[in-house]
């Protein structure tokens, strides 16, 4: 059995039956089988560079235009759009215009099977194979379309069946009957050519006004009036050119009745199915690039806070009336509260070429990265950052738990590894702002503050040791430390340079102190002191 599965990512299919016209609003549903077999060929053209088609695609089109297929169907939804289209001409001082209907199927995340009877040879089962992977449309131009074969011993899908009249009996209430064009078996048409081709050479050769018979639009063209020599030939013709030879028909192809169940196409939405929840992740990789290529036109690392910031801001943006149900985003419950134990997502930006200028961002969350959290990360276009010229793009490049990042190749893997550990030795990346009033004494110390931060995210104590403002922790005295208002500002516009020392590896990332949600008091592995 060939069966062939399509899925249109944008949840619709454009197609109009053989014999209407798009005004009319009606939808070719399922796809017929004229159509599926020009795809397939069209495919082969435009991919793999087919200047004629081979041996195994005339066998793959003989073998599927000899049987009828049957369908399974998705719910659907019949709906149209409309355009006023330009008609190259003006009417009363002003442009004319025609409006056109666009009819489409609405199939939402449904997939349509179709079978065909048949068992293919090897080389044209690989064939098939290739050729309904690399397809990208089906019907019109925007009916865009996903498409893959299964193995002949796959079960089609209950319900929603579509099947030729006469391959079983009538189903009785419940269906209707339908007409689709499809390809004429090739033994019947070879049969019917080579009469019709007997029947044009024993007409009399004398003038047509003579002998009464009006000439043909072929014959008045100067064109033969015989259709290709096989199926393939008329598969492979446009359909300008069967219309201006005076076909009505595309020569090859047969309507045949099929019987389809009446709520095939309902008007209106059908109703969804509940999309399986998916599992969360604990991280999303973004990289910056500025439409130049220039990585020196990307903000420099002293803008990490507001780069960190904006993207928050954006994030929630994105959200929109859903972010109340985005927690780890927003950092608050449904209830309003702030969350505890800084669980929500951390927005770290990161320069891992360590050229000066951001060029990534992590964002990461302990509780997890849900589903809405991630389409909102992903649909992020474009940030921009003060003073620079033009927008930085934004793309997403890998999302999953954290340990499959510890395993990301060079050049970036080295410095994603530091981020990440585990080790027993971290420093600062990024400057850390002491989150409450520094006193000279006790637990809010910049020492007892560290300690307590720890203790806030159930780490170990840790060695705490303040570092002087010197050699490559010197351009950490040019970050910016405050938020934008009206978020809280820190208590004292003060940061440190701090390592730490654990007794046992620890992993990251590990960020402390105040804005540490938007990449300040970030720490990395030292390299010198790493330990796995």
Not at 383 to 410: F, Y
């Amino acid at each position: 059995m060939a069966t062939l599965v399509l899925r249109f990512p944008a949840g619709r299919y454009h197609a109009t039956p053989h014999g209407h016209h798009a005004n009319e609003g009606l939808v070719e549903w399922p796809p017929c089988p004229w159509r599926l077999v020009r795809a397939l060929l069209a495919v082969g053209f435009a991919t793999q560079r087919w200047k004629v088609v081979p041996e195994p695609g005339r066998r793959l089109v003989e073998q599927l235009a000899a049987v009828l297929p049957e369908y399974r169907l998705p719910p659907a939804a019949v709906g149209h759009s409309r355009h006023y289209m330009p008609a190259a001409k003006f009417e009363k001082g002003r442009e004319a215009t025609n409006l056109v209907y666009d009819a489409f199927a609405h199939t939402g995340a449904g997939k349509v099977w179709v079978r065909w009877p048949v068992s293919l040879d090897s080389e044209a089962a690989r064939l098939f194979e290739t050729l309904a992977n690399h397809m990208g449309y089906l019907g019109r131009s925007e009916s865009w379309v996903e498409a893959f074969t299964v193995p002949d011993d796959e079960p089609l899908p209950a319900g929603g069946a579509v099947f030729p009249n006469g391959s079983q009996e009538r189903p009785g209430r419940g269906y209707e009957q339908i007409a689709l064009l499809a390809p004429e078996e090739p033994r019947q048409y070879a049969e019917w050519r080579k009469n019709l081709a007997s029947t044009v050479e024993t007409e009399p050769k004398e003038s047509n006004v003579r002998s009464g018979r009006r000439r043909s639009k072929s014959e008045r063209a100067g064109r033969s009036a015989l259709p290709p020599e096989d199926l393939l030939g008329c598969l492979l013709t446009d359909t300008e050119t069967w219309r201006s030879a005076g076909w009505n028909q595309a020569p090859g192809s047969r309507l045949v009745l099929y019987w389809r169940p009446v709520n095939s196409l309902e008007v209106g939405p059908p109703t969804a199915p509940r999309r399986p929840r998916s599992a969360r992740v604990e991280a999303t990789l973004l990289a910056l690039t500025t439409s130049s290529g220039s990585m020196s036109a990307l903000p420099p690392i002293a803008r990490t806070l507001p780069q960190a910031e904006r993207l928050h801001r954006q994030l929630v943006a994105r959200l929109g009336e859903n972010a109340a149900q985005c927690p780890e985003v927003t950092g608050r419950g449904e209830d309003g509260a702030p969350l505890q134990g800084h669980r929500h997502a951390h927005i770290l930006p990161l320069d891992l070429d360590a050229d000066g200028h951001l060029d990534h961002v992590m964002v990461h969350a302990k509780m997890g990265l849900g589903e809405l959290a991630r389409r909102a990360i992903a649909s992020v276009p474009r940030t921009w950052s003060k003073g620079r010229i033009g927008d930085i793009s934004v793309a997403l490049v890998a999302e999953g738990k954290l340990e499959s990042l510890r395993r990301m190749p060079e050049p970036l893997g080295g410095a994603i590894r530091a981020l990440l550990g585990p080790s027993r030795h971290w420093v600062s990346a990024t400057p850390f702002v002491p989150p409450r009033h520094l006193k000279s004494r006790g637990r809010d110390t910049v020492e007892g503050q560290v300690l307590r931060e720890l203790e806030v995210r159930g780490l170990p104590r840790a060695d705490v040791e303040l570092l002087p403002w010197t050699g490559r922790w010197l351009e950490l005295r040019h970050f910016v430390r405050r938020r934008q208002p009206p978020a809280v500002q820190p208590p004292v516009d003060i940061g440190f340079v701090v390592r730490l020392t654990f007794a046992e590896p620890q992993a990251g990332p590990l960020s402390l102190g105040y804005a540490c949600h938007f990449g300040l008091g970030r720490f990395v592995c030292e390299p010198d002191r790493a330990s796995a």
